[in-house]
Structure formats: structure tokens, C-alpha cells
């Protein structure tokens, strides 16, 4: 199982970034993919879910209504939409693949390497 993720880069307050997310070596259309981010020196944290239709879909409270998740099951991809970023948005970011519906790290199986999203003020 491979997911590579990429996107990620220098952006201003206030701006925006989409991140990309492929996958391989796995039935991708029976997984929820999950996107979480570790800030410096902080544990990682969920951002957010999508079922494996993509018609479901969960954010974190700090996320929700700027970032938006989806997925293209014929192209093995989930993307994560951020808008009005700000600077607490700044760490790196993982896509991750569980087989459950979950915000728990420890339930997902399979990791990207991470992408850096650096936010600055």
C-alpha cells in the first residue's frame, strides 16, 4: 500500500492550497480516507474524513466550513481543499486509509509521508 501525498507549500494568511492524495495497493473505494496534521513540537490531529462513496464526510471543529475533502474513486485520489488559512494551520499533513469510520489515528492503516503546509502572517 503506497499513498503519496503533495500540494503543500507557503502560502499567506488568508489564501489557499489543495491537497492531493493518491493511492495504490489498496481497494480504494472500500476505504475512508482521512487527512490529520502535526503541528511543531504538538501530537498529530484528525482534520477530516470522507466515507468511501465521498458522500459523507467529517470535519474538525478548527477546520470546518474553510476545508473541504473529496474524492475521485475512478482515479485512486482524495484531495483536502484549505481556504482562509491562518497560521495555526501550519504543519505537516498526512492522508491516511482506514477500513472504519473514525477519528482515531490508531485505526487507520495505511499513511502518506506527509506534505508541509507552512502558513505565514
Known amino acids: 500500500v503506497q499513498l503519496q501525498a503533495s500540494g503543500g507549500g507557503l502560502v499567506q494568511a488568508g489564501g489557499s492550497l489543495r491537497l492531493s492524495c493518491a493511492a495504490s495497493g489498496l481497494t480504494f473505494s472500500r476505504y475512508y480516507m482521512g487527512w490529520f496534521r502535526q503541528a511543531p513540537g504538538k501530537e498529530r490531529e484528525f482534520v477530516a474524513i470522507?466515507?468511501?462513496?465521498?458522500?459523507?464526510?467529517y470535519y474538525a471543529d478548527s477546520v470546518r466550513g474553510r476545508f473541504t475533502v473529496s474524492r475521485d474513486n475512478a482515479k485512486n485520489m482524495v484531495s483536502l481543499q484549505m481556504n482562509s488559512l491562518n497560521t495555526e494551520d501550519t504543519a505537516v499533513y498526512y492522508c491516511a486509509a482506514s477500513p472504519r469510520h473514525t477519528v482515531r489515528a490508531q485505526y487507520y492503516d495505511a499513511w502518506g509521508q506527509g506534505t508541509l503546509v507552512t502558513v505565514s502572517s
Open positions: 470522507i466515507d468511501w462513496s465521498g458522500g459523507g464526510t
